[in-house]
């Protein structure tokens, strides 16, 4: 079956730190990919996405490259705040070879971010 | 512009009691998702509607459990005689089935259901 694996965390920063998270994959077909965070006392939010191969989501400073090659999906942000402290959950949806859209997202057991002043 | 709302935000409840949880998607999407997150996990995914049809359910969802959507609004999903397995924040989520941004599934705030 489909399946995401992250990093183990928790990951502890500087403030200005590069970041990386790193993220691969097992499915069928040809996934769609994405980054959720969960900021303490909120819900999910979609962070950035990927749908093809080679594509690169980026957004607030972050970026994944979708590497089909590797089944990877790292994120990294040159230069990390305070507020990006948060769990970071890599996620796939599943698209069959035929096109046919599969409605569930797969999510790796999150990676905690500290960063620190 | 609203986003998904979930309702009860916290519920307590004792072994062998059922629970109900409300989601309230945002009014345009016609798919809406159902997923349980433990603690130190991601979500896993529990179900998902199209409109009314329920159109995929895992094998996380025991008979205990059951989920409606019967106008294609708004969704209940209900626990049967709860476990204290049952603890965990239940999400929901929705989203277009098509468009630039059909893939995109916007969460809920959660609902947090603690069995004693």
């Known amino acids: 079956g489909d399946s995401v694996t992250q990093m183990e965390g928790p990951v502890t920063l500087s403030e200005e730190a590069f970041l990386t998270i790193n993220c691969t994959y097992t499915?069928?077909?040809?996934?769609?990919l994405f980054w959720y965070v969960q900021y303490p006392g909120e819900g999910l939010q979609l962070l950035l996405k990927?749908?093809?191969?080679?594509d690169k989501g980026s957004n607030k400073g972050f970026e994944a490259t979708y590497r089909k090659e590797t089944t990877s999906f790292h994120l990294e942000k040159g230069s990390v705040q305070v507020s990006d402290s948060a769990v970071y959950f890599c996620?796939?949806?599943?698209?069959?070879?035929?096109?046919?859209?599969?409605?569930?997202?797969?999510f790796g057991q999150g990676t905690i971010l500290t960063v620190h002043p | 512009d609203t986003g998904v709302s979930q309702d009860p935000r916290h519920k307590i409840t004792k072994r062998g009691q059922n629970v109900t949880f409300r989601c309230d998607p945002i009014?345009?999407?016609?798919?809406l998702y159902w997923y349980r997150q433990t603690l130190g996990q991601g979500p896993e995914f529990l179900t998902y509607?199209?409109?009314?049809?329920?159109?995929?359910k895992s094998r996380l969802l025991s008979d205990r459990f059951s989920a409606e959507r019967p106008k294609g609004s708004f969704s209940t999903l209900e626990i049967q005689r709860t476990e204290q397995g049952d603890s965990a924040m239940y999400l929901c989520?929705?989203?277009?089935?098509?468009?630039?941004?059909?893939?995109?599934?916007?969460f809920g705030p959660g609902t947090r259901l603690t069995v004693l």
């Open positions: 509607f199209q409109n009314e049809a329920q159109l995929e």
């Open positions: 989520a929705s989203s277009l089935s098509r468009g630039p941004t059909y893939n995109e599934q916007f």
């Open positions: 009014s345009e999407h016609n798919r």
């Open positions: 499915a069928t077909g040809y996934p769609s």
């Open positions: 990927a749908t093809k191969a080679d």
């Open positions: 996620a796939l949806r599943a698209l069959a070879f035929g096109g046919t859209s599969y409605g569930k997202l797969t």
